[in-house]
């Protein structure tokens, strides 16, 4: 049984910083990639940052790249989402995933087979 779950959403002004956390009870989490998602209200889920099994490779979204940082710790089952200079438009609910196919990294929402239940992100001053 995986489980997800994510930590460290909350309320900031634009430019803050914020970590958000992802624990994981999953059996093979050191084999699967790692995914963060958001939605905003009205839109369609959106790929913000995906990393490798082992760490070496990570990948962004094009409105996140040089803001946001992600990176895992296999012995401590997390994963995290480093997010710098936040701006209104970063406001959403941000979901923590799991691809248990241990294939290519992917950042299509469709590949990644097991969710967190999310955690808000708002960004106003």
């Known amino acids: 049984q995986v489980q997800l779950v994510e930590s460290g959403g909350g309320l900031v002004q634009p430019g803050a910083s914020l970590r958000l956390s992802c624990a994981a009870s999953?059996?093979?989490?050191?084999?699967?990639?790692m995914g963060w998602f958001r939605q905003a209200p009205g839109k369609e889920r959106e790929f913000v940052a995906a990393i490798s099994w082992n760490g070496d490779y990570t990948y962004y979204g094009d409105s996140v790249k040089g803001r946001f940082t992600i990176s895992r710790d296999n012995v401590e089952n997390t994963v995290d989402l480093q997010m710098a200079s936040l701006q209104p438009e970063d406001t959403a609910v941000y979901y923590c995933a799991l691809d248990s196919l241990q294939g290519p990294v992917s950042q299509q929402v469709a590949h990644y087979d097991y969710w967190g239940q999310g955690t808000q992100v708002t960004v106003s001053a």
């Open positions: 999953a059996p093979a989490f050191s084999s699967c990639a």
